[in-house]
């Protein structure tokens, strides 16, 4: 079997735009791959007209080391967010063409099942009034929909430091929100990369009362030993890594202990294996595995892949019951919550099938995200201001 070709289609939604990446070969077989570029897209598609000619054409699908490795290694430079991402498209979308050719999903070509059921946690449920009371009706909806998890980013457009009045208003959203779900459902409180060490650890201490199931990028990701202050400081577990893009830049994080639980983007890091071989190294550091998952169906049942085979594997985000949920017409019977958790797809390869037609009812959008404006939580298109706006998980 050898590749042919491959095509792409960006599908739009209001808050963001996906990329998909279909794999074909000489036997009929054909895979896909998802990633959600921001502000990038245009140049994630120009590098993989290249990696088409200089990479994939004649390619074995089967031979999924060797193709992450030419791709990553084979034009010299060194390979960054959009080459990864790139690749893990690629390298997504042919182990979907494997599991459908050998007839097995592809968490079995990985090692096995380890769990059924994998947990879910939502994101994207509060675009409503930033509020105490707006924000207790939306959390109390996600509960009532089955999670037991939930996250959240409480601070508006703080950046660095957070005044004493945004402040207590940021802890008053959060005591709403866990007098709505309860003692029982998981908090994660998520800063962004927001704040300085200090501030950071003030808002920790401020919010340790709520018991945040952990702190998220309370720094920004570029500078690990303001992790490890912060780590040093607080109660709370930290989790990072969705803007690491390369599995050997999370050496330096490794050896200073200042994460918990770490956040690989399948769809950004080259993909299922190489995220794979991510959680063994981290399992060697007692950390767990949480992935990013901003995308849709796709990367989300490439995710659960991965989850189904990872022994140290914590909980999966997912958006797409509270933001954008016609994103999920684009593949049939896309993954589903219910009660909390996924389960484990039994289906070969990733266990969805691409719906192109469907894909092209939605078209790009030209979605963009800006962290640090007024109203960022808002989505933008649903009270009219900031239509350009996106989101982050």
Known sequence: ??????????VGTPWRDLSYVRVHTDEGLTGVGETRMMGRTDALLGYLREAERNHLAGSDPFAVEDLVRRMKYGDFGRAGEIVMSGIACVEMA?????????????WQLLGGRVTPRVKAYANGWYTTERTPEAYHRAARAVVDRGYRALKIDPFGAGRTELDPAASRYAVSLIEAVRDAVGPDTELMLEMH?????ATAIRLAREMAPFQPAWLE???PPENLKTLAKVAGSVEQPIATGERIHDRIEFRELFESQAADIIQPDVGHIGGILEARKLAATAETHCVLVAPHNVGGPVLTAASLQLAGCTPNFKILEHFNDFADAEIGRVVKD?????????????????GI???????AELPRRQARFDLWSEGWER????DGRNSRAGASG
């Open 379 to 382: 989505r933008g298109p649903r």
């Open 94 to 106: 042919c182990w979907d063409i494997k599991g459908k050719a050998l007839g097995v999903p592809v």
């Open 353 to 359: 099938e691409f719906d192109e037609d469907a894909a």
């Open 217 to 219: 990028e309370p720094v």
């Open 334 to 350: 896309p993954p589903q919550v219910v009660d909390g958790y996924f389960t484990l797809p039994s289906e070969p390869g990733l």
């Open 1 to 10: 079997m050898r590749i042919t070709r491959i095509t792409t289609q960006v």
């Open 193 to 197: 990369g927001r704040f300085s060490p």
